[in-house]
């Protein structure tokens, strides 16, 4: 088994992901975590490619795979 790529993520990029997947738009996010709405969309590139995904939505259910233990997507 290969190691999870939700591991590499920062404290922060794993704050920002987990309320992506909570349904959270980037200005709420911004928001709660007192940064600007382009520091979120900056974090969100980078957790995209370090998951090596293209969009939030893939993003989302590599983390919640990773949160099940399942063997995230292919």
């Known amino acids: 088994m290969g190691t999870n790529p939700v591991d ?12 992506f997947s909570a349904g959270l738009a980037t200005k709420t996010i911004a928001s709660n975590l007192r940064i600007s709405p382009q520091t979120v969309r900056t974090h969100a590139r980078s957790i995209y490619r370090k998951l090596g995904v293209t969009n939030r939505v893939q993003a989302i259910l ?3 795979d990773s949160a099940l233990g399942g063997p995230g997507i292919e």
């Not at 590499?8 to 309320?19: G, P």
Request: glycine content about 0%; cysteine-free; hydrophobic content about 55%.
């Open 62 to 64: 590599l983390y919640q």
């Open 8 to 19: 590499a993520l920062t404290e922060r990029e794993l704050e920002v992901l987990a309320m």
